[in-house]
């Protein structure tokens, strides 16, 4: 079978091939009804642009990457369906890559990325190796972290107030009388956890109250190893009375660890999570959660992307945004008075 090419689409239109350029990139002077009558004769002749082609002669493929580490988690998944959704409104396809926070992963997807000449990446996993980017950004090729953070690296960034949302949840704590705490924390690495866990700490510094580095634990950053790790916390000799878990994963977890010790949440123990997914409202009890203002950050990081594409920016955003508390169910009063 014969591949349509785009000199059929303009031999079947009546125009030259150069029209038919413009009117797929949105350039020249190309009236709307004719851009349409074009665009309906690639659709009959089932004509699809060389994605490849474009990007030899230095055009857009109007495709972007996107770095997360696991789509599988409630709270990547949104941020890519939401980018999905923005890149379609732009004419712009999608191709999201799960890194797992693990740096062979996020070295290997750049790599595979820049192959297929990708107009840009965005980035909301951790990179451990700043290394791993700096060659992209020499080359003016666009990045724009979102909810994550790279030393070293001059790129857009956009952000959650990690710290204060960690600072808020131990007021929130503090209120509710607790004294006796711990945490279950992501890899160290990864920079929000790092700051939820140091906002934390300060919240209780400031209180007074310092939180002993052995009541702090990293975990996977998954539903099993939250649970795993709670369960050990709930069998020590000094059960704490809440735990503040730095994902929505972990404290999900501790739930069911609490569940199956038969401690009641909330009036033997609180537990307080963080992003406020949708599987926050859906647990029971409700999940106590630091909101994250998803959609406006994952908006304000796709329009720097986009704007990157047209001319090179010699100053780099940092935008940072405050979180919320979203008070449920599964945090109340300390039992010990």
Avoid: W
């Avoid at 785009?6 to 413009?22: C, F, H, L, P």
């Avoid at 909810?147 to 990690?162: K, Q």
């Amino acid at each position: 079978m014969k591949t349509t090419t785009i000199y059929d689409v303009a031999r079947e239109a009546g125009v030259s091939i150069a029209t038919v350029s413009n009117a797929i990139n949105g350039k020249g002077k190309v009236s709307n009804k004719k851009r349409d009558e074009i665009l309906e004769v690639m659709k009959r002749l089932q004509y699809q642009p060389s994605v490849i082609a474009s990007a030899l002669m230095g055009k857009k493929t109007y495709t972007i990457g996107l770095l997360i580490p696991d789509v599988s988690n409630p709270f990547f998944s949104e941020i890519a369906r939401t980018v999905e959704d923005l890149a379609h409104s732009e004419g712009y396809s999608v191709i999201v890559c799960s890194t797992d926070n693990k740096d062979e992963r996020v070295e290997k997807y750049i790599r595979l990325l820049d192959q297929k000449n990708v107009d840009g990446i965005l980035i909301g996993t951790g990179v451990g190796n700043a290394d791993i980017l700096a060659l992209h950004v020499e080359k003016y090729f666009p990045i724009v972290m979102i909810a994550r953070e790279t030393a070293g690296i001059a790129v857009h960034r956009v952000l959650n107030d990690d710290f204060k949302g960690g600072t808020i949840a131990a007021e929130h704590l503090l209120e509710k009388g607790h004294r006796k705490m711990a945490v279950l924390s992501e890899d160290f690495n990864v920079s929000s956890s790092f700051e939820r866990v140091r906002g934390f700490r300060f919240g209780l510094f400031e209180a007074g109250i310092s939180l002993d580095p052995k009541n702090i634990f990293a975990c996977e950053s998954n539903i099993k190893d939250g649970k795993r790790v709670a369960s050990e916390i709930l069998h020590g000799a000094e059960r704490p009375t809440a735990l503040f878990c730095c994902n929505d994963l972990l404290a999900i977890g501790a739930l069911q660890a609490a569940k199956e010790e038969g401690i009641s949440v909330p009036e033997q123990l609180s537990i307080i999570g963080f992003d406020d997914t949708i599987l926050s409202t859906v647990t029971n009890p409700t999940l106590t959660t630091i909101a994250q203002p998803m959609n406006q950050m994952v908006k304000m990081a796709f329009d720097l992307l986009i704007g990157s594409l047209d001319h090179t920016d010699d100053i780099k955003q940092r935008i940072v945004l405050q979180p919320e508390l979203v008070i449920r169910e599964s945090t109340g009063n300390s039992p010990i008075k």
